[in-house]
């Protein structure tokens, strides 16, 4: 598509290729196949149009639980959604791709990539820009490999930099800042970049989304390809369980796309998507002192440089 | 403890004993024991006074995960409750009793109770009362058992009728209204009943909290009792491990107690012991037609009456 299609367009464009892209290589390294529903959006208000196809890789070899999600669709923001926003309740457009795989093998790290573009389409000033590009990615270990976390940085922070110089570093400290559990004293996992309200040269923005994109696709089969044959057993799982709760945790307390996907009355099965296949909650679960679980944990509440910054690579 | 004592001292003295006699209760149904932790209130500003005490049994005969939580603290509301609750923020005093039982066998109904007493101990005036009693108890089932949702409620009924006739019915609405997942349309369970903000005449509202503790000891062992040895398999379970998740959505999208307790920095473990020990998400389940399955759903869809209101009882 080229530069003269509308932005909305663009990106739209950009997420349909990005989720035909990512499905495909999930598949390779999987052996299964997603299964597709494609839906609607139809709010109780009856404001919507547009939809979305949602596709999902459960009970697979690689993958327990998988979905890759892509939507279009234009609404009416709720009053409670437009005060968190801090811009008037007006219609709005908004795209996206967002994927989380829950890997089977405690070995392979949880992963997450979102990717939106949302316009105002009501008239009026506020102090957010009428259009802006988020996202991010984040990786969500058991067991920590730092090569896997330098490689799953690095990939990110060339797509950063070529966005702009010092852009992977603002990207990682909001990573940090936003993918935190306050109650719990812990990061979700070992990070990646965040990244919302870019709004100041739209095509280099749309770029960026694409190797963020890019990024993910260099490095996640990777990792999992490096990963998937290390051995565990009843005791990986169960911690496994365990950090899966923190991560059902973040997206229902704090996840501000699933709280805005909820609130806009998005489709619930295709917002809840990313919630894990299955949980544990252990009352007070504490690892024992010097085991592979509380490295984790050590990393998971003093998060580390992954890039050597000074080369940016 | 005489009526010459203060509200808070007679409020915390009849959770405590409301505790004592609940977990001696679980504990005879059971046969294990509450493992007990006494802890702290130390929010991060350092304006914590009290604590509570913990006691939870997991992992035993009737119950896979449960928790009967007692708390007496003072603290500072911070701005963010504060404005949730629409009054300034102040420091602040509350002591409740909280249970949640998460039993093994997906015929016996999981139960929640809740009983609380909060008084704002700042200067000023605000629309609230400076004083309060809340709280309430909810059955959820995973199988529809008629007769059991009737006692119940019958139970429930009877603590709110002496309190205040009309009272059940207006407190039961309210059950109906509060534990609702608006994105599922579905209740958490078959209700109960939930109140908040009773100000007007304080001893009359210690007697319907220690009415609704009765209740429950009247009802819900009488109801595991009768269900515990119904047989179950694979199918049920799964069933019981999906529909849990909905209750982990309600209790971290949803439930005041939940993000008021995170909210306030209150002990993270003693406030989400009520998240069951294992759930499942699976992408768009859909029970099939005609199964019991499909029942329970068609009543979490539309609430019923479980009382004959006419008679009250």
């Not at 559990?181 to 694409?210: K, N, S, T, V």
């Not at 990313?274 to 490295?295: I, M, N």
Request: proline share 5%; hydrophobic share 40%.
């Amino acid at each position: 598509m080229g530069r003269d299609a509308s932005l909305a367009d663009r990106a739209r464009a950009l997420f349909t290729r990005l989720q035909d892209e990512i499905c495909a290589e999930v598949e390779r390294l999987d052996g299964g196949r997603f299964r597709e529903d494609v839906w609607d959006y139809r709010p109780a208000g009856g404001t919507g149009l547009g939809g979305g196809r949602t596709r999902i890789l459960a009970d697979s070899v690689l993958i327990e639980k998988g979905g890759v999600n892509l939507s279009a669709l234009e609404g009416q923001l709720s009053p409670r959604i437009a005060e968190r926003l801090r811009v008037a309740a007006q219609p709005f457009f908004a795209t996206g791709v967002s994927l989380v795989l829950h890997p089977r093998s405690p070995m392979v790290p949880t992963v997450h990539l979102n990717l939106r573009y949302i316009e105002l389409r009501g008239a009026g000033e506020s102090e957010r820009p009428r259009a802006w590009f988020g996202g991010g990615s984040d990786l969500t270990p058991f067991y920590l490999y730092e090569e896997d976390a330098r490689e799953f940085h690095r990939a990110l922070s060339r797509a950063c930099e070529a966005y702009e110089v010092g852009a992977y570093s603002r990207f990682k400290q909001a990573c940090d800042e936003y993918f935190y559990l306050p109650h719990r004293g812990e990061a979700r996992g070992i990070g990646g970049i965040f990244f919302d309200y870019l709004a100041r040269d739209p095509d280099r923005a749309l770029e960026l989304a694409q190797g963020v994109g890019r990024a993910f696709l260099e490095a996640w089969p990777a990792i999992a390809e490096r990963r998937r044959g290390e051995t565990w057993g009843e005791a990986e799982r169960e911690w496994q369980l365990i950090r899966r709760g923190r991560y059902v945790e973040f997206n229902l307390i704090h996840d501000r796309g699933t709280l805005f996907g909820l609130e806009t009355e998005g489709r619930t099965e295709s917002i809840l998507m990313s919630l894990p296949p299955v949980v544990r909650w252990a009352y007070d679960h504490r690892p024992a002192e010097g085991s592979r679980e509380a490295a984790l944990l050590e990393v998971l509440r003093h998060p580390r440089e992954w890039v050597d910054s000074a080369r940016g690579v």
